[in-house]
């Protein structure tokens, strides 16, 4: 028989105190401190992505600051305040969507309550959502009150566009910028939620939801709701990248290592694949410069960092394609996908120019840069150097500054035969050869190193896609 009077789930598991709320600590630990204190401010603006919890938000401190029976900074929950808050019948706190009422007028009818004090509450509470909508003239009527309200008076502001927000509001505000919130902590909310509700959901499925909502909790519970519905108690990994369009975490994590490793071959077939089965394009490279951004946070961080958005399997992932992998490269490729995601908006064929972007991406992971190729000079140089210095007799051995600079006597013995020196510069005069600065010259520029005469021998050991542009830049 059908579950009756069914509550769905972003509704029956909307946070109703500052404990429940994900994601948001920087807001929360303001709001219980202001409230613990008493130094409530006039007004508040909440700004922020969709389905992040700006209302919620407000209406928990709401309840906080109109509680009958507060634990703490905590709304009770239980009391006439707090029921009524919560079902949106208080008299006391009045929330207005300004999408709808963007007018003169309506911000006149606000005005209108500010005389009545609360008649149950400390505070009478205006929570005005999406308030970037109201007109110039309806701010301006606000004004003067925002700036010096009655005692018992106070203001919360939700919008999702920030910079449309006068000015002249957001200098008599207390502003808070709430974050998208990380995919891990959505994957833990949405475990929970599955346990009390007795579904079972894969992990990597509740993975995919959580990509999908792009940080917003509400987004991600009406995603959850809507697999719920279409498979019944269980929750696939496939059924979630079927709604959403995505590609699976390992696929996306094989395309990443494909780029790492130069296989264009691999890449092409992936974008192929992808592209027949109507995944979003789009939002795979989005996902792609997000694993990227993933590997840089862990090579300067390490797996244990706060920043590092991914889950326990993801990282496992990341530490093992970051070994021996220079950051110097990672950075080119991320920006090279940016670039990507950036002007994929304006090309004709979405498909061709990914493909074109990612084998250029491989090509730049699997290229050495020039830091990398002067460090391998410099180490042949002094692994060269060495043999050199131990042939003469013992007082020149014993020499720890000039290590480079052999003595003219072996230098002398050994012009005849120069097949055996190809990689010291060759000496003007016999004289000159022996003066300690060239030895311990260093590279200052690009056209140092390529000028020099070891660089054929450190190309034995590049990848060979480095050797073309290495040569072309030699001309």
Known sequence: MPTQNHTALPLKYRPATFNDVVGQEHV???LRHAIESGRIANAYLFIGPRGIGKTTLSRIFAKAVNCLEPEGAEPCGKCVNCREIAAGNSIDVVEMDAASHRRLEDAKNILEHVDFPPVSGKYKIFIVDECHMLTPEAWNALLKTLEEPPSYLRFVFATTEGDKVLPTIVSRCQRFDLR??????IVSRLAGICKAEGIDAEE???LAIARGAAGGMRDALSSLEQLISFNGGRVTEEDALGVFSLVSRSELEALAGAILKGDTARILESIEKFDSSGKNMRRL???LLQHFRNLVVLQ???SDSKSLEATAEQI???SAQAQGLDAGRVFRVCDQLA???EKLSGVLSTRTYIEMSLIRASRIATTATVEELMRAVRALRGESAAPAASAPAAPAAKEPSRPVAPPPPPRAARAPSLPD???EPPPAAPAKAATPPKPKAQFTSRRDILDDPKINDVLATIPGSAIVEIKEARK
């Open 28 to 30: 929360v630990r303001t």
């Open 180 to 185: 998208r919130i990380q995919t891990h902590d």
């Open 204 to 206: 990597d499925a509740l």
């Open 285 to 287: 490279a989005g996902e």
């Open 300 to 302: 300067a961080l390490g």
């Open 316 to 318: 496992k992932v990341l």
């Open 339 to 341: 670039e990507m995601e």
């Open 421 to 423: 020196v190809p990689l």
